[in-house]
């Protein structure tokens, strides 16, 4: 069957500029934009507050992305709405202190990552799966937390997303992650539970045993990984392996497998 290609789309927001560096302006050539003048982490630049005319002016750029994944010939978009990015610092209290539409309650914060999820999805063909990435919890006080998120998943599960992808974190800077093998798969467990949304784990899953576990426990439906298959280009063959499953190795490679 081979890989299916996906994409991830996403706008940095207050964490970085869209201009390169050589062109010209100061720090680094950055000019970031956030929903409210609230800077990442100290030393990072004071973000512009986005007008609704630049909020449209994003959401075309997230649509225009999505109609050029199709002609590259990618067979799933992800929108990346977590670790403090532009989607992301919307839904957080912690980084939107607007007083218009667009900030203050659950339901203005929730209202610009939900017009671009809207528009892509409107975008995309019936038979391209919609991922949304989110952060779970801010893991600060008064920040998002799990509750918002599955008020969140409920709103996108309308709107036709097919996989809500939870991390969490990356909203401000010096909080205390309990950091430990799996230690986000409770909220993959809880949206799939209790909204009927399909989701994906994330974070520290290292292991092809550890991955069945948490998918045969109903935990989530898919496994995402990211920084082991860096250390190890080929763990899914070796996961294959370890699994019992019969996967084709090329013959160049067959005898180091």
Do not use: C
């Not at 890989?3 to 970085?16: D, E, M």
């Not at 004071?46 to 067979?75: I, N, T």
């Not at 290292?206 to 426990?217: K, Y």
């Amino acid at each position: 069957a081979g890989a299916v290609p996906g994409i991830q789309l996403a706008h940095a927001g207050r964490k970085a500029g869209t201009a390169r560096p050589w062109e010209g302006g100061k720090p680094l050539g950055w000019r970031v934009v956030g929903p409210s003048p609230i800077p990442f982490a100290e030393g990072y630049p004071v973000p512009e507050p986005l007008d609704e005319g630049g909020m449209a002016r994003v959401l075309e750029a997230f649509v225009a992305g999505a109609k050029r994944a199709l002609r590259a010939g990618f067979r799933v978009v992800e929108l990346h709405m977590a670790h403090g990015y532009l989607l992301s610092s919307f839904l957080s209290p912690l980084s939107n202190r607007r007083e218009d539409a667009y900030g203050g309650s659950l339901e203005n914060r929730m209202r610009f990552p939900l017009e671009v999820a809207r528009a892509v999805r409107e975008a995309l063909p019936p038979e391209v799966p919609l991922f949304v990435r989110v952060s779970a919890t801010d893991w600060g006080e008064g920040g998002w937390g799990l509750e918002d998120t599955l008020a969140f998943a409920e709103r996108l599960k309308a709107l036709g997303v097919d996989l809500l992808d939870l991390s969490s974190g990356g909203v401000v800077p010096g909080v205390r992650i309990p950091v430990a093998p799996g230690f986000q798969v409770p909220f993959a467990d809880a949206v799939r539970k209790r909204v009927g949304l399909r989701t994906g784990a994330v974070g520290l899953i290292t292991t092809p045993e550890q991955a069945e576990t948490l998918l045969q426990a109903g935990s989530a439906d898919l496994v995402l990984l990211g920084r082991v298959l860096l250390r190890d280009p080929y763990f899914p063959l070796r996961a294959a392996q370890a699994l019992g499953v019969k996967a084709e190795v090329p013959p160049q490679y067959a005898r180091a497998f």
